[in-house]
């Protein structure tokens, strides 16, 4: 992952704006500790820091064109680079680099090139002859980016929030597979896959094109030059990327540099369910498995430093980031710098425990489409965050475009929870890795009930961090909340903890505003929560709050 800082029509072109420019570039340079590039074209600076992941020796951007008319700073991986180059025959390239091939796109096809693009980005593009730029952002927002804008009339784009925050009168997310044009003066969607209507489905179920497309989707992730490895909770998602990486890792570029045997990580409290079963997969698989521990303390001691660099106040998000965050320090500390992860197979397959009590096929896939829009305000944004915030780069198979569209255009009727046929969630998915022959996973692990990531790293996890806000926060603060935090009020101390901390790091309108909120249960949307009249009672955001579902779910 790489940060990104864009400011265009800025009015003051003085050394001091080049100057505050590069201060707040700085601001990123745990996104991007490899290298730091500038450049300026008379009201427009590009800057960029970088992790160097393909091509160390030769990519350092902003990236030009042949005549450098062109210029592009990228956060991201293009997986399609060298099969989008095959086709630009009559370009020069300078670099090795997978993102190079951007600026020559847009040479070729204008600003209508970017559903071209295979992989995960976040990028602004200035085209010098005009002074005209566009912005845009992956499909489902695995990387993040930000827009603002300035007194001056200045525009202004970022990875993340605390680049532009003082500098912007106003701020938001860039909304995920949309572009910017300053010629065209605004936003559009470029993604428009059939699932996005919320239409239902109606192909049938073919397990072997399922277990394809998600075998392709970890293969093309494996490109890198530098050392990678796998986190590996023990849960389903993540011992299915580390399973299918195993498998076909030796037959890779990666394997020739870095050698056939994979690396898994995990992290959790002493004894907790995850560390178990990751060892347990981890010795199937035969990789080299690396155990962290950390404490309920260590966790509460980190959590300013997590809000700082994940950029939300959601609870959910701030119990499995914290982590994810401590896992990531001593993941660089190996010398490791890319990370498969198994965000977006809940999303995609309803394996939140929550929906065992969707009504319907239509109703369980209408929730799913409205999972995936918002993973960019929720797990992808931990993935990323938490992870860059000590220059690790994770990549997400299960969010693989065409995996999604092959998933999300099955009927519903298959991803439904349904005892009387056996049918557990995420059977769908399941199923399509149960192989007699060449099993990918023991079977008790393939069919293991989920754990929400901040559950299974330890229970004590959420108690201790609860009983933590509950020292911090009187009743009288929580009684007054409305009135302190009128906008998404927090409805729990832990909540209340959690926003205070947000506030100070980020104290305008416009960051609270970034932030989502609204009723939830088990990590579900608001819609949800009507599923079932007893959860309006207990909205807590942990998957043992889906009461009657998880098999230790609260007496």
């Known amino acids: 992952m790489c940060g990104i800082l864009a400011v265009l029509g800025i009015a003051d072109k003085s050394q001091a704006t080049r100057s505050r420019i590069i201060e707040l570039s700085r601001r990123l340079r745990h996104r991007g500790p490899d290298w730091s590039g500038l450049h300026h074209h008379q009201d427009c600076y590009l800057a960029h820091q970088r992790l160097a992941i393909v091509d160390p020796a030769s990519g350092d951007q902003p990236l030009y064109n042949e005549d450098k008319t062109v210029v592009v700073t990228v956060n991201g991986e293009i997986y399609n680079h060298k099969g989008l180059k095959e086709k630009l025959k009559s370009h020069k390239f300078r670099t090795q680099s997978d993102c190079e091939v951007i600026a020559h796109l847009y040479e070729e096809h204008g600003e209508d090139f970017v559903d071209m693009l295979d992989g995960m980005f976040s990028f602004v593009l200035l085209d010098t002859r005009d002074n005209s730029f566009i912005a845009a952002r992956d499909a489902i927002g695995i990387t993040p980016l930000y827009m603002g804008w300035g007194l001056d009339g200045s525009i202004w784009f970022a990875s993340e929030m605390k680049a532009l925050s003082d500098d912007c009168e106003r701020f938001t997310y860039f909304p995920p597979g949309h572009i910017y044009s300053s010629k065209n003066g605004g936003l559009r969607r470029w993604y428009n896959p059939p699932w996005y209507s919320e239409h239902i489905p109606s192909a049938p179920y073919e397990p072997l094109v399922l277990r394809k497309a998600f075998e392709k989707a970890v293969v093309k992730r494996l490109m890198t030059d530098v050392p990678f490895g796998v986190l590996l909770s023990g849960g389903l998602d993540s011992s299915l990327v580390a399973s299918v990486a195993s498998r076909y890792l030796a037959d890779t570029e990666a394997a020739r540099q870095w050698g056939s045997q994979l690396h898994t990580f995990c992290v959790g409290l002493k004894g907790s369910p995850d560390l178990r079963a990751a060892k347990e997969v981890a010795d199937y698989l035969g990789t080299r498995h690396h155990e962290f521990h950390f404490t309920v303390q260590e966790g509460i001691d980190a959590l300013e430093e997590v809000i700082y660099h994940v950029e939300t106040y959601d609870v959910t998000t701030i119990r499995a980031s914290t982590p994810m965050f401590l896992m990531s320090r001593k993941i660089k500390s190996l010398g490791v710098k890319m990370v498969l992860s198994g965000e977006g197979s809940d999303e995609i397959f309803g394996g939140y425990l929550y929906f065992h009590k969707a009504p319907n096929k239509e109703e369980f896939h209408q929730e799913t489409c409205r999972k995936i829009k918002a993973l960019h305000l929720y797990d992808c944004l931990r993935a990323n965050k938490s ?48 192989d007699e022959q060449t099993p990918y996973l023991p079977k008790h692990i393939l069919y293991r009930q989920k754990e929400q990531f901040s559950d299974g790293v330890g229970y004590s996890w959420i108690d201790g961090l609860k009983d933590h806000a509950n020292q911090q926060v009187t009743d009288a603060m929580l009684a007054n909340a409305s009135f302190v935090y009128p906008e998404n009020t927090p409805t729990t101390k832990e909540g209340y903890y959690y926003r205070a901390i947000f506030e100070k790091f980020f104290p305008k309108n416009a960051a609270r505003s970034t932030v989502p909120g609204g009723p939830s249960v088990a990590c579900s949307t608001a819609k949800a929560v009507e599923w079932d009249a007893a959860w309006s009672n207990n909205l807590d955001p942990s998957g043992r709050a889906a009461l009657g579902v998880h098999v230790a779910a609260y007496e």
């Open 387 to 434: 992870t860059s915030a000590w220059g690790v780069e994770a990549r997400v198979p299960f969010l693989d475009k065409e995996f999604i569209n092959v998933a999300m255009s099955i009927d519903p009727e298959w991803k439904m929870i349904r005892p009387d046929l056996k049918r557990i969630e995420k059977w769908i998915i399941r199923n399509a890795f149960d």
